[in-house]
């Protein structure tokens, strides 16, 4: 059985060159934006910046949650980190899962000291945090000065894991108890099998505010795990290596039950599909794998750049649809096309 720092580095491996991509798609592309050829604007009056959590950022983009635990994981923290106060994003952490077993593990996430402006997103899995009180969970998130905390949802990730969870009772109840009592805004993420319609109405009666989609379409934990331990999950991979929704399914689901804060993640690698999961509801966009590319094939000013690419692309998405900022994005005159027209109707 693998331990956890082990893992760890197994996932940063695999994300980075492994053949673990979902085989179908976001279905981003079927989110057509009605161009604009008066558009009465100068790119210069395009304002993409968000409020987040009480923080600004100056584009609705969050390097997403991706990894933590060892010193590999300390030195991407720190560069990307970096880049999020450099820039003006916001940066979400990988599970501190590691924490709980290993305190000294705190290291790798400790991102304050390159990044003290910076919104920073917490991160544990729901079947742990279910597991602790909230005391427990309240020094979790001070041990990194986190600004809010991620309860992550990962049924598929951990059935394909020889020595993952199997019991997943008690995880709305742990969220609402959170969502009361933890001080911090709690957000429910998924980890690339998206939020359905029924799970998106269960969690907003439940009270809970802010949600991760995470959805389909991006890098599928299942293949990851399967990639692992190929001799002992290869058939359970492959079989459900493309379980999940598609993240433009799951924006448009939470969208539908009003949250207070959408964050589209899943397969998103360029700034018109963050415009168009904008335009489906997100309030922000989560960008994990390809970001993790760019800083392993150009190191920093290669992750930087390709980030600003996606910033660029979005303000021209903005301009081209008449949208002078976010708010008037989530309102551009937009057409859904098949198959997602089928998901979402």
Request: charged share 20%; aromatic share 4%; glycine share 10%.
């Amino acid at each position: 059985m693998a331990d956890i720092a082990s893992r760890k580095q197994d996932h940063l491996d695999l994300t980075i060159s492994g053949d673990v991509g979902f085989r179908k798609t976001h279905l981003l592309e079927c989110v057509e934006l009605l161009h604009d050829a008066l558009p009465e604007l100068s790119l210069d009056e395009v304002d993409t910046r968000a409020e987040l959590f009480g923080k600004e950022l100056r584009a609705p983009i969050i390097i997403a949650a991706m990894t933590g635990g060892n010193e590999r994981a300390r030195a991407i923290n720190l560069a990307l980190a970096s880049i999020a106060e450099e820039c003006g994003y916001g940066f979400g952490l990988g599970s501190q899962r590691p924490m709980l077993t290993n305190p000294d593990e705190a290291g790798s996430y400790s991102i304050r000291g390159v990044a003290p402006k910076t919104l920073v997103l917490g991160n544990l899995g729901g079947v742990q945090a279910s597991k602790l009180n909230t005391s427990a969970l309240v020094a979790l998130g001070k041990a990194i000065s986190a600004d809010c905390i991620c309860i992550h949802l990962n049924p598929a990730m951990e059935l394909i894991q020889p020595e993952g969870d199997r019991d997943f009772r008690g995880i709305l109840a742990t969220l609402e108890r959170l969502n009361r009592d933890l001080g911090l805004p709690v957000i429910v993420k998924e980890t690339g099998c998206g939020i359905s319609r029924s799970v998106a109405r269960r969690l907003k009666h439940a009270g809970l505010r802010h949600v991760d989609v995470s959805g389909a379409g991006g890098t599928s934990w299942v293949a990851v795990e399967s990639a692992r331990l190929p001799d002992q999950s290869e058939n359970l991979g492959q079989t459900f290596r493309d379980w999940g929704i598609p993240t433009a399914a799951s924006v448009a689901y939470c969208s539908a039950e009003g949250f207070d804060t959408i964050i589209a993640t899943g397969g998103i690698k360029t700034g018109l599909e963050c415009a168009k999961a904008i335009a489906l509801g997100a309030h922000a966009v989560g960008i994990a794998r390809p970001v993790l590319k760019a800083f392993h094939d150009g190191g920093r000013q290669g992750a930087m750049t390709y980030l600003l690419r996606i910033e660029g692309e979005l303000r021209m998405a903005m301009l081209l649809t008449g949208a002078r900022n976010l708010d008037a994005l989530r309102s551009v005159d937009r057409r859904i096309m098949h198959p997602l027209s089928d998901w979402v109707a």
